[in-house]
């Protein structure tokens, strides 16, 4: 009799299950299911936030980030969502991308800021990461399975079992990376369009810019498209159809003088960083040097590494191994050992103590048993000034041979960063150079002493082709150190 009740009353339960998870979109007017309340989504953004800001750090240029704020709180007060509470922030990062998360958290990175040539540019991109917030996009994407990456470099690995050693990202990266459908996309650039035209840009600015990132992505090869075009609409698509939309924006709220603003913002990023910044790490001739932590070692050659917060990691191009980095934190080396071999369950087949330039360190071979195999990894943990630094080689039993030697190659280059050149490397910056005549880009580059391999590179982060011509007293962006 119970279990029949029950069978009545669960068609009815689940019409109140599904009504509850229904919510009007504030965009497009019309309920749609979801599977939380706005408390929850401002909860998942502000859980989000610190490990994002962990993961990239924060790029300290007060300028910027008054800049950005002023901006994103205008436009967030013509929304269609005004009264959420917004955050807006600059991460640590060279590669061009601009992301958001659910509750009001927007982040761009300074290598989308060096890639803007005026705060119109600027401003269609702010609108459409504010349009994946309004439009609940990342709230809708709950209803399907979050992008679940590992570390950036367990893509190129060939031996699944080998990912599990690499740092999981975040749950808060994960929603970071997460990638929208090509509808969510159009869905945003036409918000893009609306909000930045609502306060006072010319929204077809941001159709160049399109251009300018798809060019970016040419340059940099088929698989290094920029992450902000990787999933969205074509490129031609996207710059004719902004182009359509910001002339009709503009017609219907009758602006006559859209600003673009080029000079103020070209003078604004004056010193800002580009590339990666040599203090965070960097590799020169198959050495790879932390100025800030005062360590250097031999990259394996022809392998690739991959520079994060929490690791460094490197695969050869046969994807069948990974060398890894990372900080242990302090105590003893043989309680960090009996740690580590609990934490991934590992068999110990053998240690022994070295001295690694100095620095003593301790050695183990261990195995993790596998449904489809052993695997093997060569652990060394090195006490570095009272830090504990591991370096974990893994590769599965059968192959373990041949890449041993690497492995223990590379472990045994660690030594002190003791080179005031590698010390004192300073990162390369955006200046802010004017025209002194009539002349084209590529000339005015020479004027300015850019070296010739790097016009085209140069080219694409002023929008502009090397032919085109330049006037007296334009404003163009060069590096130096």
Not at 371 to 385: C, M, P, Q
Not at 389 to 418: C, H
Request: glycine share 8%; charged share 20%; hydrophobic share 40%.
């Amino acid at each position: 009799m119970k279990i029949a009740t029950d069978f009545l009353r669960f068609p009815y339960f689940f019409i109140l299950l599904v009504l509850s998870g229904c919510a009007m979109n504030p965009v497009t007017g019309r309920r749609q299911m979801v599977m939380m309340t706005e408390g929850q989504e401002i909860a998942m953004g502000k859980e989000s936030d610190p490990e994002i800001m962990a993961f990239f750090g924060s790029y300290d240029d007060p300028r910027l980030q008054r800049f950005i704020t002023e901006k994103g709180s205008a436009m967030t007060a013509v929304s269609h969502r005004s009264k959420l509470l917004y955050t807006f922030r600059i991460v640590d990062s060279p590669v061009v991308n601009a992301f958001a998360v659910p509750g009001g958290y927007v982040y761009f990175t300074r290598g989308i800021m060096a890639h803007f040539n005026n705060e119109a540019e600027f401003a269609g991109v702010l609108g459409h990461e504010i349009g994946h917030i309004t439009a609940r996009h990342s709230v809708i994407q709950q209803r399907n399975a979050m992008l679940g990456q590992l570390g950036l470099i367990a893509g190129i690995l060939l031996v699944p079992e080998l990912s599990q050693f690499v740092d999981p990202l975040s749950a808060g990266m994960q929603l970071a990376m997460m990638s929208f459908g090509r509808d969510d996309e159009r869905q945003s650039d036409k918000l893009g369009v609306e909000y930045s035209t609502r306060i006072g840009y010319d929204a077809s600015e941001m159709a160049g810019f399109f251009k300018t990132l798809e060019r970016q992505g040419e340059t940099a090869g088929g698989d290094k498209i920029p992450v902000f075009l990787s999933t969205h609409p074509s490129p031609g698509e996207r710059n004719e159809t902004v182009a359509k939309l910001a002339a009709q924006w503009k017609t219907k709220l009758k602006v006559t003088n859209a600003k673009i603003n080029r000079e103020n913002y070209l003078k604004m990023i004056d010193g800002l960083i580009v590339g990666e910044d040599p203090k965070q790490g960097f590799v020169e001739n198959n050495v790879f040097y932390h100025p800030s932590m005062k360590f250097q070692f031999s990259n394996p050659n022809n392998w690739k590494l991959q520079n994060t917060p929490q690791q460094v990691q490197m695969a050869p191009a046969d994807g069948k191994a990974l060398l890894m980095l990372s900080l242990a934190g302090k105590g003893s080396l043989e309680q960090t050992a009996s740690t580590l071999l609990e934490q991934y369950k590992l068999t110990l087949v053998k240690s022994q103590k070295e001295n690694i330039h100095g620095f003593n360190a301790l050695v183990l071979v261990a195995d993790q048993q596998q449904e489809k195999g052993t695997i093997r990894v060569l652990a060394t943990l090195i006490d570095f000034e009272g830090m504990i630094f591991n370096f974990m080689g893994i590769a599965e039993l059968s192959t373990f041979v041949s890449y041993e030697p690497v492995f223990l190659s590379t472990v045994r280059s660690f030594k002190k960063l003791s080179d005031a050149d590698k010390l004192n490397r300073k990162p390369e910056v955006i200046r802010i150079k004017t025209i002194p005549q009539p002349m084209s880009v590529q000339a005015a580059f020479q004027q300015f002493n850019m070296p010739s391999s790097r016009f085209e590179e140069l080219a694409i982060l002023n929008g502009m082709q090397l032919t085109d011509k330049l006037g007296k007293g334009t404003l163009i962006k060069v590096i130096e150190k």
